[in-house]
């Protein structure tokens, strides 16, 4: 058996080297015959390239000599004097050859170390294949040469090919091969040739643990190691080059590149909450980088370790995958894992989509490794998860920029401008920017400059069929599996597609502000017009809720038009929400807008919301819809999006009190009492709030279109112009009617007084008195009499409510009038409330004057005591 490491022949029997003390392996005997013939083309290949090299270096001296003989051969006779000239001339022939063998055997070493420190490089970068065919060509410059053997063995070791490195250490043996400067004599060659006694325990090596960790895992498993467990952890006969295969991948794994599908589950103890698996057949070793990450003139090795099924500490009773950054150093001639450093979180998990990755940039003299992750759930439990980091090295990881873990919600857009700030610094601008515009706080993986080493995505592959499926029975078994995808090679065409990828998603984010924009202007542009030239011309205003603008307008300035942006689905594109507010109240959603990649449409352009319906949006993304057809009739819908631009409704239920008292609400397959619906609504989990609403008052200078803004004012122009012109005529015309009474009154008058000449002028009433005047305008109702008669009205119950359902609050007392407002319970949600009627009592005439608030505005008049 001979060494891997120094060539040294062992016995068969024998566990470590004689001679250097290294590990042996034992090779199999049984080998497959494409082994077998590998090895023997190995051996034949090396013999034959010798032997055809040799004969070419030294064809031309051997030429010589054979022309030096002919001349000594045709001058044997000649006389001593000849002979003697002759002797010369052969001596200086043979100085002349001598010069000639020695003059190519420089530049064959010249050749020869050429060869050698590229085949180093390529061994360092880890190019095998280049790195192998190089040290082939400089055994075939000098076989005796022995350094090419051994680093060809550690190639081959390191591929796994055992029979071929044991082929080139034989190889080695055969041609008296033997390192520079340890050539030594004839008989003490022979007598190493001796076979090599197994070594004492005390000169067995102790082996080498990796870590603190590794070192803390050998201890508890004292006694139970295996000779796998100690050529692993035997760390001084290998390098830095051959450490990930020869070492961390045997112990650990290795990811490899490819596709991979993870089907849904069912989360454990939940009925509706379905997961994507986490995936556990990809582990161990990611990626690797030989590199000089501290600057000390000394390369280190970075490795990408993926670790599965690590318990989280914020929730104990779950499991995830994690990617951490090691940092091996070679001391002592032995390699230890000198720093680790916890760089994505929840790798290839439960979430639908996902995107990690980590790269280099080099910036100011420093090597910066920077990764991030971007994780979003929105099949069932709605939420995402964004973290992102850039470290450095030197004997520890240094953290420059971190979100110091995951965060979640809107906590990520807090940490976006001191982080992009650093980013600037160090080159990564297109980043930074494209963080600040889009409140995005992950990389694109593809910065100019950059060397990535991995990128991991999980992408969901249901559509609209599927999901329609999946939403009636909350079955797992309809939905397609998750794809996962590892990239861990990366040209560069593979960089400036990526580049191309974030180029055209930047444009469709750009025209999706424009197309929410124009929605915006179309509103702007209405309300400037006036309802009454919106319901003129429909089809000019095709994406608004004509019903909101009107209430705008006959409100007088008490409901405002406010609007926001919301990723209701968590696809990472957020929707665009128009709503109402009423004197500084609560927001009312009246319109869902999202972009399908060429305009904005209204997500319920089949409804009109706001009229007679509420729109409620929870946290897991369902959204329900209640619409009433009065106080014992109406119908609750719940809608999920389905990621192409369009809604899904999950479940319908009509809503009827009077023909279903005990369970008014019900459906094809279950009818549920107004309790148990209120128990759905509320294992929805909350609704949506803290939204940040603009009004289109405060819409930024320069937002609206200058088109659309240009346009509506003059608009606004002519109409106040015709306006003015019809309020100039109808003055006229008042003026005119007015002079035309005057003038009949006087005839009438005159006429009057000609009748009644001479008569007596008793029966005339005396004027009122004016303080009798002012008595009879004192209130006739007080507050309190007002209040209990109106709660006694509504009590009673009107066309739009139940009376149990109808709350009277007082508002506002003046001196000749009450004022109240009437509120009801939300339909299908019995703990909210909203204003139903906005009520005004005369308090001399008792003259009521009722306002329908939530849907059309509709005015009743009454008088409060004859009901």
């Not at 916890?342 to 090597?367: C, D, H, P, W, Y």
């Not at 609050?809 to 009627?837: I, R, W």
């Not at 608030?853 to 008049?861: I, P, Q, Y």
Request: hydrophobic letters at 30%.
């Amino acid at each position: 058996m001979y060494c891997r490491k120094c060539g040294a022949e062992n016995a068969d029997h024998a566990k470590f080297c004689g001679k250097c003390g290294a590990e042996l392996v034992q090779i199999p005997q049984e080998s497959t015959q494409e082994e077998k013939s590998a090895e023997k083309k190995v051996e034949e290949n090396l013999q034959k390239d010798f032997e055809a090299e040799e004969t070419e270096n030294f064809q031309e001296i051997e030429q010589e000599r054979k022309q030096e003989a002919e001349q000594q051969e045709t001058k044997r006779r000649k006389n001593f004097r000849i002979a003697a000239a002759v002797g010369i001339s052969t001596v200086l022939i043979a100085g002349v050859t001598t010069g000639v063998y020695f003059g190519m055997k420089d530049k064959q070493e010249k050749t020869f170390q050429t060869k050698i420190a590229m085949a180093d490089k390529y061994l360092e970068d880890m190019e095998y294949e280049k790195a192998e065919e190089l040290y082939l060509e400089s055994i075939k410059i000098d076989p005796k040469e022995r350094k090419s053997y051994d680093k060809l063995a550690e190639i081959y070791t390191a591929q796994g090919k055992e029979k071929k490195a044991e082929a080139i250490l034989k190889k080695a043996k055969e041609n008296g091969a033997v390192a520079k400067g340890q050539e030594v004599p004839k008989k003490e060659a022979q007598s190493n040739e001796k076979p090599a006694a197994e070594p004492v325990p005390d000169e067995k090596p102790s082996p080498n643990s990796s870590s603190q960790e590794e070192n803390k895992e050998e201890e508890e498993n004292k006694g139970e190691h295996t000779q796998d467990q100690d050529k692993i952890d035997d760390t001084k006969a290998v390098s830095l080059e051959t450490y990930v295969d020869k070492v961390l991948v045997p112990k650990y794994g290795k990811c490899t590149a490819g596709t991979y599908e993870s089907k849904y589950v069912k989360k454990d103890g939940e009925k509706k909450i379905v997961q994507p698996e986490r995936l556990e057949k990809q582990k161990g070793v990611l990626a690797s980088k030989l590199k000089d990450f501290d600057g000390d003139g000394e390369k280190e090795l970075l490795v990408l370790m993926l670790k599965t099924g690590e318990e989280d500490k914020a929730k104990k009773d779950e499991k995830h995958n994690h990617v951490y950054l090691q940092m091996y150093e070679k001391k002592e001639k032995s390699i230890k894992l000198a720093a680790e450093y916890l760089a994505l979180r929840n790798v290839m998990g439960n979430a639908e989509t996902e995107r990690q990755g980590i790269f280099l940039k080099e910036s100011g003299g420093k090597i910066y490794i920077c990764g991030s992750t971007a994780n979003q759930y929105s099949l069932t439990a709605r939420s995402h998860e964004y973290g992102m980091f850039a470290v450095n090295y030197d004997g520890t990881f240094r953290e420059y920029a971190s979100t110091k873990g995951l965060l979640t919600g809107e906590e990520h857009e807090k940490e976006i401008t001191d982080i992009s700030a650093k980013l600037e610094k160090i080159g990564l601008n297109a980043t930074a920017k494209r963080m600040r515009g889009y409140s995005e706080l992950w990389f694109e993986f593809d910065e100019s400059g950059v060397e990535i080493l991995a990128e991991l995505t999980t992408t969901e592959q249901n559509g609209t069929e599927e999901l329609s499926e999946f939403y009636e029975t909350y079955d797992s078994s309809v939905l397609k599996p998750v794809q996962r995808k590892v990239t861990l090679k990366f040209d560069k065409k593979e960089i400036e597609a990526a580049a191309k990828r974030t180029e055209e998603r930047l444009k469709k984010e750009q025209k999706k502000d424009e197309a929410y924009q124009k929605i915006l202007d179309e509103y702007q542009e209405a309300l400037l017009m006036g309802a009454s030239e919106v319901q003129k011309d429909p089809e000019g205003y095709p994406n608004i809720n004509p019903l909101l603008v009107f209430l705008t307008e006959t409100d007088k300035g008490k409901t405002e038009i406010i609007y926001t942006m919301y990723d209701i689905d968590e696809s990472g594109e957020k929707e665009l929400l128009v709503g109402s507010r009423s004197n500084g109240g609560d927001e009312r959603v009246v319109g869902v807008y999202c972009f399908d990649g060429v305009d904005a449409k209204n997500m319920f352009e089949d409804q009109t919301l706001a009229e007679r319906s509420l729109l409620q949006i929870y946290e897991n993304g369902t959204m329900y819809i209640y619409g009433s057809g009065g106080a014992s009739y109406g119908n609750a819908s719940f809608y999920r999006m389905d990621g192409e631009h369009t809604v899904i409704q999950t479940e319908q239920y009509t809503f009827d009190m009077e023909g279903h008292p005990e369970q008014p609400y019900y459906n094809d397959k279950e009818a549920l009492s107004k309790e148990a619906f209120q128990k759905k609504l509320d294992s929805m989990g909350k609704t949506v709030s803290g939204l940040k609403w603009k009004t289109l008052s405060e819409r930024i200078t320069g937002e609206a279109d200058p088109e659309a803004a240009k346009k509506a004012e003059e608009a606004k122009k002519k109409e106040e112009a015709k306006k003015a012109e019809e309020k100039k005529a109808q003055e006229e015309k008042a003026k005119k009617d007015k002079a035309a009474k005057k003038k009949a009154e006087e005839a009438k008058k005159k006429e009057a007084e000609t009748e009644n000449a001479g008569q007596s002028q008793e029966g005339i009433k005396t004027p009122e008195n004016p303080i009798q005047q002012e008595e009879e305008q004192t209130p006739v109702y007080s507050d309190s009499e007002i209040q209990k008669k109106l709660e006694e009205y509504y009590a009673k119950g009107t066309e739009d409510a139940k009376g149990e359902e109808m709350t009277v609050l007082e508002q506002e007392s003046t001196k000749s009038e009450y004022l109240v407002k009437v509120t009801t319970k939300v339909p299908g949600n019995e703990t909210a409330e909203q204003v139903l009627y906005e009520v005004t009592v005369n308090k001399i005439t008792g003259e009521t004057v009722q306002k329908r608030v939530l849907t059309d505005g509709k005015t009743v008049t009454f008088l409060l005591w004859e009901n």
